[in-house]
């Protein structure tokens, strides 16, 4: 069976970092694009970031230029390193292909203090 398992997060205050890590079991990791996702406080959870199985990234507008995706496609792991860290980022992160279609892992939670 297909598992995630997110860690990293955590709380910081609002300009701080903050590295995100993703370990993925099977075989799927090394056939498709991944990403990672946010879901807010009361809000749907939604793409942030997506890598290629050859690295090319795209981020969506809210985190562009501070946020960087990268893979490891031999360790089967997928980061996120996040600088400059907003409020607003505030939420729980969580991996998944893109488009996601693995069962949901627990995710990590990041909470970024004004």
């Known amino acids: 069976q297909v598992e995630l398992v997110e860690s990293g997060g955590g709380l910081v205050q609002a300009g701080g970092s903050l590295s995100l890590s993703c370990a993925a079991s099977?075989?799927?990791?090394?056939?498709?694009?991944m990403g990672w996702y946010r879901q807010a406080p009361g809000k749907q959870r939604e793409l942030v970031a997506s890598?290629?199985?050859?690295?090319?990234?795209n981020y969506a507008d809210s985190i562009k230029g501070r946020f960087t995706i990268s893979r490891d496609n031999n360790k089967n792991t997928v980061n996120l390193q996040m600088d400059s860290l907003k409020p607003e980022d505030t939420g729980v992160y969580y991996c998944?292909?893109?488009?996601?279609?693995?069962?949901w892992g627990q995710g990590t939670q990041v909470a970024v203090s004004s």
């Open positions: 890598i290629t199985l050859s690295g090319r990234t």
């Open positions: 998944n292909t893109n488009p996601s279609v693995m069962n």
């Open positions: 099977g075989s799927i990791f090394s056939l498709t694009a």
